[in-house]
């Protein structure tokens, strides 16, 4: 079943491996454990639909992103997240030696529709 | 005093207009004796106004946060009490002394008060004590004067101080002297926290600091991300444009930018989505003024670096807002905690730009980090007895000397 707009139909394949995620340190981690060549063909893919992504989403304000508008934001948060890989690195993480990720605690804010509960 | 800028009179040091720290190599020893540390405890610390959190982490009365504090061998209970105000705390029950808020790390909630959870004393949020089991098996017990043990505590533009002494020496205000005073004008309430990082790091709490309180490690170890948009042709080491240090032990630094650095395409693509700012991204700062920071008005600047002495760097632009506490655990142990705050957004266009700053942020933390245990677990061998210090690191310099002074006052 698709989870994205129909307009985002093309990148479908995306959510389907496991790009979509809510949480930033779950994309981190996703990121840092990708190949070069699944990074490169994300941003890529993604770098000339942002504009129209952004545009799509911005028709709401971000308190009020509707449940199946999610899934395309957290694709666009995907990318920002993996851009410096691709931008900076060129590569999925930062050269030997790193502080790994998993030492890093990480408190995340969390989105204004978790906090209506 | 009045320091000239000097980005271009770079034949003019900012070392040697503080004479009283000298050019000499620093001794090393600082950072592995223990000794030395168990003298921070009880000379620095124990009578610092120490930062520990933004008023943000209690926004309702009822909020309160419990910081475990290692250097103070304390774990303190910050609460707002029904009058708005916020009081600190042992977090120690005046019946036999067990945590009121129990557990380790950091604990946060909303309550009415506090009940120890070993015999059931109940205190409400102004530290009174209100009641006491079975209080008629006890002896002439005076309830009025049992409430929890209270910390110092005061607020400078949001920033919440504990003073560990039963008298301090100074005021909060005092404390802060001109440094406070300057940059109490920086507009932090146009920020929001996006996220918070910690970690358990195994180095003297000052070698944590050092690497986060000077810039000339950016052409080397972040040659690959931030070196491009902060050090430019005319400035290829990043000579800092402003450099002041306060006789309270307080320090800022004003970073310089490279104008004419390109940013790549989803850096451009946050610009626009935020409408300005980004970690990657400096614009001509003279066009734009931003009170509490870039003193001297230059216009290839990117952003303040402050200490906050003893503990905590404070960087300050219009770009982002960061606090680092790298809390002294033991002489070889920190406990670093990063906060982030961006320019509040409340647009979805705005959320994505924020994450780009957030992902590039990481990255070159990640790269800090890295130097850290590196740099401590070689020191205890004892060969490197000095670091040699260049003029870019005359925040060092500052900080170990002012840490000294602290260790070497008359009682
Ligand atoms: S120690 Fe708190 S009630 Fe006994
Ligand atoms: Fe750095």
């Not at chain 2, 920033?159 to 020496?169: G, S």
């Not at chain 2, 802060?176 to 940059?183: A, F, K, S, T």
């Not at chain 2, 230059?298 to 606090?323: C, E, K, M, R, Y």
Request: charged share 25%; glycine share 6%; aromatic share 10%.
């Amino acid at each position: 079943m698709p989870t994205l707009p129909k307009e985002f139909a093309d990148l479908e394949r995306f959510v389907t491996a496991g790009w979509a995620l809510p949480r930033e340190h779950a994309r981190w981690k996703r990121r840092v454990t990708s190949s070069i060549a699944e990074i490169k063909d994300f941003y890529e893919t993604l770098l000339p639909r942002m504009d129209a992504m952004v545009k799509y989403l911005d028709r709401h304000p971000l308190s009020e992103v509707p449940e199946g508008d999610r899934p395309l934001l957290y694709l666009a948060l995907a990318f920002m997240d993996v851009s410096p890989s691709w931008e900076v690195f060129h590569a999925a993480d930062l050269p030997e030696p790193v502080f790994e990720i998993d030492r890093m605690h990480i408190v995340e804010r969390p989105y204004p529709w978790e906090l209506a509960t | 005093m009045n320091h000239p800028r000097s980005a271009e009179l770079s034949s003019q040091k900012w070392t040697l207009q503080y004479p009283e720290l000298g050019t000499d190599p620093v001794p090393h020893s600082v950072n592995t004796s223990a000794a030395y540390f168990e003298k921070e405890r009880e000379k620095l610390f124990k009578r610092t106004w120490l930062f520990l959190c933004r008023d943000d982490e209690l926004p309702r009365p009822g909020c309160y946060v419990v910081k475990q504090v290692a250097i103070l061998e304390t774990s303190v209970l910050l609460a707002r009490g029904n009058d708005g105000i916020i009081r600190a705390f042992h977090n120690s029950c005046r019946h036999r002394g067990n945590k009121v808020v129990m557990g380790g790390g950091e604990k946060s909630g909303e309550s009415k008060g506090f009940i120890c959870g070993f015999h059931g004393w109940t205190y409400d949020l102004q530290g009174k004590l209100k009641n006491i089991v079975d209080e008629e098996d006890f002896f002439d017990i005076d309830k009025s004067k049992l409430g929890l043990k209270p910390i110092h505590c005061g607020v400078w533009r949001g920033f919440i101080f504990i003073n560990a002494m039963d008298t301090p020496h100074e005021t909060l205000e005092e404390a802060l002297g001109q440094w406070g005073r300057d940059v109490a004008a920086f507009p932090f309430e146009n920020f929001e926290l996006v996220n918070v990082y910690s970690a358990n790091i195994r180095c003297n709490w000052k070698i944590a600091l050092d690497a986060f309180q000077e810039n000339y490690h950016v052409q080397t170890l972040h040659g690959r991300s931030a070196a491009a948009a902060l050090n430019s042709k005319s400035n290829p080491f990043g000579h800092l444009l402003d450099v002041r240090l306060f006789p309270e032990g307080h320090r800022q630094a004003a970073l310089p930018a490279n104008l004419s650095f390109e940013p790549a395409p989803a850096v451009q693509m946050a610009v626009k989505y935020a409408g300005g700012a980004n970690v990657y991204a400096y614009s001509d700062s003279s066009q734009r003024k931003i009170s509490g920071a870039n003193r001297t008005g230059s216009s290839d600047w990117s952003f303040d670096l402050n200490v906050i002495f003893p503990h905590v760097q404070l960087i300050v632009s219009d770009a982002f807002v960061l606090t680092q506490h790298y809390w002294p655990v033991s002489v070889d142990e920190t406990y670093w905690e990063l906060r982030q705050y961006l320019p509040i957004s409340t647009s979805v266009a705005g959320r994505i730009a924020q994450q780009n700053s957030q992902a590039a942020l990481r990255d070159v933390i990640r790269e800090d980090l890295v130097t850290l245990e590196n740099t401590q677990t070689v020191l205890r061998s004892g060969a490197i007895t000095h670091m040699q210090l260049c003029d870019s690191e005359i925040t060092v310099r500052h900080s170990y000397y002012k840490v000294d002074e602290r260790i070497n006052a008359p009682d």
